[in-house]
């Protein structure tokens, strides 16, 4: 009976349960660490694709150098795709659209990049995952850049014939709200 006692006056903070909520608080704290992505340089594009007027989110065009914590994205072009192999064809009423990517670690240590860190929305705001075949070569991977390190690659995706890229999404950690948003339309 006295150990039962013992048991149903232990602190809150000895308990199990109380770690864990702990550890799950600090790693949401680390994950949204409070980046906001930032325009760090442009590369070169046609006159014709002007700044687009800020939303109430920020989001930046193709060839702009964008920063987001230790990461650096610069999304190069995005163009239709035809797929020469008949066994990686689109379904019906589908196209391929494809994005050329470059990104770079910037930070101290290794970090990781990955192919599903990325999502194409559309001009109706549907949101489409890569995917799951490479309309053109070098695709775009998954694997770790050390310092300094750079990656570049194209990523696949499938969306309605009727319907055009609008935007593309990084999220870099499914941990953090943290992105960084490319308008694709000129």
């Not at 065009?61 to 190069?76: E, P």
């Not at 689109?90 to 196209?95: A, D, E």
């Not at 990049?113 to 991977?141: H, M, V």
């Amino acid at each position: 009976m006295e150990n039962q006692e013992q048991k149903s006056k232990k602190k809150f903070y000895k308990r199990w349960w109380f770690w864990v909520l702990v550890v799950i608080v600090i790693f949401i704290a680390i994950g949204s660490n409070g980046n906001k992505p930032q325009k760090i340089g442009t590369t070169e594009q046609p006159a014709q694709q002007k700044q687009v007027v800020e939303e109430k989110v920020q989001t930046f065009k193709l060839g702009d150098k964008v920063q987001l914590g230790d990461y650096v994205l610069v999304v190069n072009t995005v163009e239709p795709c035809f797929s020469s192999n008949q066994f990686m064809q689109p379904k019906t009423g589908n196209k391929f659209i494809v994005v050329d990517i470059t990104q770079e670690n910037q930070g101290a240590d290794t970090r990781s990049y990955n192919i599903w860190d990325y999502k194409l929305q559309d001009n109706q705001d549907f949101t489409y995952q890569t995917a799951l075949t490479s309309c053109r070569e070098p695709g775009f991977s998954a694997g770790s850049l050390q310092k300094g390190q750079k990656t570049r690659g194209f990523i696949t995706f499938e969306i309605p014939k009727e319907n055009t890229a609008a935007k593309l999404i990084f999220t870099p950690s499914w941990l953090s709200a943290d992105q960084i948003i490319i308008n694709l339309q000129q």
